[in-house]
Structures are given as C-alpha cells and as structure tokens.
C-alpha cells in the first residue's frame, strides 16, 4: 500500500470530495470548483513519488523533504541516553509528507506523545506539541527520528512496530498539512547541512558516519 501513486490516508478526504464534486455539480456547475480545488490538492499532498534511494550503510539520510531550520547538540536522555547532535527539518504544505528511514535498522522503540499543536517552525515545538518517536538500532549505534505536528498538521501516522527491520529510505510513515521531523544522530556523524539546506527524504545525506 505505500507504493500506490498517493497515500491511502487520502482514500477519505478524496471520497468526500468527489461526492461533493458529483452532488454540487447537480445543482450548479460553478459550485463544484471548491470541491474540486479540494481533491486536486489532496491529490498533490498525498502524492507518493517513487525514489530510487542509493543504500550507503556510513550515511544517514534525510527522514523528510523540507528545509533544516536548526542544528543543535543536546543531551538526549529519554530515549538514547547520550550527547547527539538535533536535525530539525520543516516541511510546509507543499512538500512530500511522507517519513523515510534514514539507516538500515531494527525498530527499536516507538513511542508517542499527546501534546499541542503550535506552529511547527516554533523551536519548541518538538518540547510540547504532539509527536512520535522511533529508534532505529543498526548494530553499531541508535538513530531516533521525531515526527512533530504543527498548527495545521494534526495528525500524525506511523505503520512501522517495534520488532520491525527497516531498509534505508523505506516509508514508516507520514504527517498530515505540514509538520516538522527531526534525526538525532550520533555525535561521531560528520553532517552534511547547515541551517537553510533544502533536503528531500531518502536523497539527501544529514550526516556521514568514519567508515
């Protein structure tokens, strides 16, 4: 199902729409263009392009499209006990929602947390708004990406289960209307952006581990 051209969490929204679209149209031709607006940007936001991801074990790559809007080294202590290095990337309306693997990895943990759903660019948003944690063990080190809502993202979904084996740049999951997604790696991670990078989930590389 996550290989089909859009996500199926759009099936709902673009259901209703097109009944919509149907019904309007009986009425007044002229009404059916709200709708219609409607399907064709759940259409665009959902859309689920195919990547050709280029497997590199030393590499971690980005979990997300958008653009980094903060790197910071903070002590990690709920989940990975230990020093890391923060990649925040904001993802607006327009870009792809869907979340990737950044490493070949055991799920290791997930866990989600109620909380708010201020703006996601706000940079404690990931401290108190609504998210979802999964680390991935690779044998070698522990990788966490943070899937965070935002003011108009409000939900946020996750098919991947603890146990699971993931291969780089798989889809575990996605954010809907915009939201932010974090990568902490390891300190040893030589990275590979800076604030203001524009990265795209599965292709671009965060960070870069000695081989």
Not at 21 to 27: C, E
Not at 86 to 105: C, D, E, Q, W, Y
Not at 154 to 170: N, P
Request: aromatic residues 12%; contains cysteine; glycine residues 8%.
């Amino acid at each position: 199902m996550n290989n089909l051209p859009v996500a199926k969490e759009s099936f709902p929204f673009l259901l209703m729409s097109g009944v919509l679209i149907w019904l309007l149209y009986l009425v007044e031709p002229w009404l059916s263009i709200i709708p219609g607006i409607f399907f064709l940007f759940t259409l665009f936001f959902f859309r689920n392009p195919q990547r050709r991801i280029v497997l590199d074990e030393h590499a971690a790559l980005s979990p997300a499209d958008g653009v980094v809007m903060g790197i910071t080294k903070v002590k990690e202590t709920e989940f990975l006990n230990e020093e890391v290095w923060k990649v925040s990337i904001f993802l607006s309306i327009f870009n792809v929602h869907f979340n990737r693997a950044p490493v070949r990895g055991t799920v290791e943990r997930i866990k989600y947390m109620p909380g708010k759903f201020i703006p996601a660019f706000k940079s404690h948003a990931s401290e108190i708004n609504e998210r979802n944690y999964l680390v991935l063990n690779t044998g070698r080190s522990r990788i966490m990406v943070c899937q965070i809502t935002g003011f108009v993202a409000r939900r946020i979904v996750c098919w991947s289960k603890e146990g699971d084996h993931l291969t780089q740049g798989a889809r575990f999951g996605l954010i809907k209307f915009g939201s932010c997604t974090e990568i902490y790696l390891p300190l040893e991670y030589n990275l590979s952006v800076q604030k203001g990078s524009k990265v795209k989930g599965g292709l671009s590389v965060i960070g870069r581990c000695s081989e």
